[in-house]
């Protein structure tokens, strides 16, 4: 199927064309047909202001991010998973029609990616994969209008991340969340390794583990662990239910609110000398629905920086 390019895709084209015919101007003059200025080598860029949608703060962690690229009037487009170093998405954002299909391709480069809505309309739900050449797509339609946010979740925190804008008129979107960069004011100063807030917005439950990381270490047969949570600094949606898990041979925990609205008993998991052996871990959850900044601490190591903080945004729209 073939669709008449939009008024913006054939302005688009008409720059293209309006680019080559810069080229010949060099060999005539100053002749500048599309009305740009010129970069010095004879090529001419167009200097018309073009509005980028609010992608709010998710392009700012080393993504590879030029600008949205206007594909609008194509019927499909092809976006490759494991691009450049291995780590990104090309292009990173993208705008297109509806009934636009949008494919991504794995390139098979630094180990499993998968591709997962972070908010917005669009449902992006991949699985995780090394194999190059697999293929994901999904077809746009008017219900995914507006801003999706994506990443591939492994990889999220070094900047495989990407976006589709979708519709017709880009000025009036924006991303559902604010992920603005939280002031905790001094709570998390004494609290090592506490890099940003995490954002696994629009999740009916997120998992954080007490007590370390938690996995298990084959060569050492012990339980990674540490005084403190896994994930300091959580940002979700009003409605989300929070479990916090603890790790085995940790020692003994809690997970008491600074206000008071909620806590959980001082426990402590014994470790089995295998997973396979290691008895269910104790799990404590609360359903969060107040915005604001919630934040909690082990009794016991409190003081030590053994802090947390879940942050409830509401939806803007």
């Not at 979700?236 to 008993?265: C, I, L, N």
Request: aromatic content about 10%; some cysteine.
């Amino acid at each position: 199927m073939s669709r008449t390019p939009s008024p913006s895709r054939r302005r688009a084209l008409a720059l293209a064309a309006g680019g080559a015919l810069g080229a010949l101007a060099g060999c005539l003059g100053s002749f500048d047909p599309t009305g740009g200025g010129s970069d010095g080598d004879g090529e001419f860029t167009d200097t018309t202001p073009i509005p980028e949608p609010e992608y709010g703060h998710w392009f700012d962690g080393g993504t590879d991010y030029a600008g949205t690229v206007d594909r609008r009037g194509e019927d499909e487009v092809v976006i490759p998973v494991g691009d450049g170093d291995g780590f990104r998405f090309d292009p990173a954002a993208v705008w297109v029609d509806y009934d636009t299909t949008v494919r991504w391709e794995w390139t098979g480069e630094r180990g499993v990616h998968d591709v997962m809505t972070y908010d917005g309309p669009a449902a992006i739900e991949s699985g995780l994969t090394d194999e190059a050449g697999h293929e994901y797509a999904v077809t746009l339609s008017k219900a995914d209008e507006g801003i999706t946010r994506y990443s591939c979740r492994p990889h999220q925190s070094v900047g495989e991340q990407g976006a589709i804008v979708a519709g017709p008129d880009i000025e009036s979107y924006v991303t559902e969340y604010d992920t603005t960069p939280v002031d905790y004011g001094d709570w998390f100063a004494p609290t090592p390794n506490v890099s940003g807030t995490e954002n696994p917005l629009r999740r009916d439950a997120v998992s954080v583990r007490v007590g370390g990381p938690g996995g298990y270490d084959p060569e050492a047969e012990a339980w990674n662990t540490a005084p403190v949570y896994e994930i300091p600094a959580l940002r979700v949606t009003p409605g989300t239910t929070v479990r916090w898990r603890w790790v085995p041979g940790a020692g003994e925990h809690s997970v008491v609110a600074e206000d008071g609205a909620f806590e959980s008993d001082l426990v402590a998991v014994e470790a089995a000398d295998t997973p396979e052996d290691q008895e269910d871990e104790h799990v404590f959850e609360r359903v969060f629905e107040e915005p604001g900044i919630h934040e909690y601490a082990c009794e016991r190591h409190r003081d030590d920086g053994m802090r947390g903080a879940v942050v409830v945004a509401e939806s803007r729209h």
